[in-house]
Nanobody
Framework: QVQLVESGGGLVQAGGSLRLSCAAS????????MGWFRQAPGKEREFVAA????????YYADPVKGRFTISGDNVKNTVYLQMNSLKPEETAVYYC?????????????????WGQGTQVTVSS
């Protein structure tokens, strides 16, 4: 089992920045990659970014490329999502997820474990 705890959400003005953290505990050695997804009210959960522990590869959704940065600290078993130039339409609950097997990083289904989510609200 892997437990994930997100933190760092909050209220920010448009154009501002936030850094989300996702701390993993439990059988973290089994985690292959970790990702961030977001879900706005009435919308489907969508991929934001992913980080592979093997080699440190990163993956981003097109709307966040150049503004968001995902990184990982394997000593702290923590993944970060630095979000810059935030837009009001990015208001959502942001979820951290861990994947223990190969498969697409871009869809929620291959991820085995999920955090409880952290609210990000971007005001205009």
């Amino acid at each position: 089992q892997v437990q994930l705890v997100e933190s760092g959400g909050g209220l920010v003005q448009a154009g501002g920045s936030l850094r989300l953290s996702c701390a993993a505990s439990g059988r973290t050695f089994s985690s292959y990659a970790m990702g961030w997804f977001r879900q706005a009210p009435g919308k489907e959960r969508e991929f934001v970014a992913a980080f592979s522990w093997s080699g440190g590869s990163t993956y981003y959704a097109d709307p966040v490329k150049g503004r968001f940065t995902i990184s990982g600290d394997n000593v702290k078993n923590t993944v970060y999502l630095q979000m810059n130039s935030l837009k009001p339409e990015e208001t959502a609950v942001y979820y951290c997820a861990a994947k223990t097997r190969r498969g697409s990083h871009y869809y929620p289904q291959p991820y085995d474990y999920w955090g409880q989510g952290t609210q990000v609200t971007v005001s205009s």
